[in-house]
């Protein structure tokens, strides 16, 4: 049983270039969560998918950041021109039927930004 | 969502049993209880949840009060490896999981 994958493991970027962080969901899951945490804080809500549809995004910055589910394929958290202060570790999490089922996390993607 | 409160660390006796509490004096009828722990450098890692009754799973029990307003995490015999961050939430299903700052648990051999 294969849990929530997330690739790549780290990520280092230069600023202003792109980053593309890529989740898949544990299997039967179609509810997909994506968070960040900054170094020696805790998790913060970044967006809420379920398969090609975007259900909340509040957590989300206003720009430059992006995310997608499509119908087939993992989820996409996308950062454009990225700047020191994105660096963190991102977090993907999925369920079964979104918040009346626990969440199941992967290990997350380390981004650093030099 | 019910705002939740829990002591910012905790020390306990490897083979003891750890209860973390987690106070949630404002929530309503149909806000569940979770818990998640977070080793270092890992994802969270779920362990246990409930409405009102008390709960045991592999892992650990739940302890909700009769007036649902706290609850307590209890790890029977804690090892070296349960040192993490412990988060409390309680959740609305129709809403999303926002983890606060959590409890440090450090066991100590």
């Known amino acids: 049983n294969a849990g929530v994958m997330q690739n790549p493991r780290h990520l280092v970027r230069r600023r202003g270039q792109e980053a593309r962080l890529r989740c898949s969901p544990m299997?039967?899951?179609?509810?997909v969560y994506w968070y960040r945490q900054l170094p020696e804080e805790g998790l913060k809500f970044m967006v809420y998918?379920?398969?090609?549809?975007?259900?909340?995004e509040s957590g989300m910055p206003k720009e430059r950041f992006s995310a997608e589910f499509p119908k087939e394929g993992p989820s996409i958290l996308r950062i454009q021109q990225v700047v020191r202060g994105d660096s963190a570790a991102y977090f993907c999490?999925?369920?079964?039927?979104?918040?009346?089922?626990?969440?199941?996390f992967g290990n997350g993607t380390r981004l650093t930004v030099t | 969502d019910a705002k939740t409160t829990q002591p910012t660390s905790m020390d306990c006796a490897e083979g003891r049993a750890a209860n973390l509490p987690c106070n949630h004096s404002?929530?309503?009828?149909?806000?569940?209880v979770y818990w998640y722990r977070q080793i270092h450098s890992q994802g969270p890692q779920y362990i246990i949840h409930g409405l009102k009754n008390n709960e045991t799973n592999e892992m650990a029990s739940l302890i909700i009060t009769e007036d649902r307003k706290s609850s307590t995490l209890i790890l029977p015999h804690a090892t070296l490896r349960d040192t993490a961050v412990y988060y409390c939430?309680?959740?609305?299903?129709?809403?999303?999981?926002?983890f606060g700052t959590g409890t440090s648990l450090t066991v100590i051999p």
């Open positions: 299997k039967g899951h179609s509810h």
């Open positions: 404002t929530i309503s009828g149909n806000e569940y």
């Open positions: 998918l379920q398969k090609e549809n975007i259900i909340d």
């Open positions: 999490a999925s369920s079964q039927q979104g918040a009346r089922s626990p969440l199941h």
């Open positions: 939430i309680a959740l609305n299903t129709g809403n999303q999981f926002y």
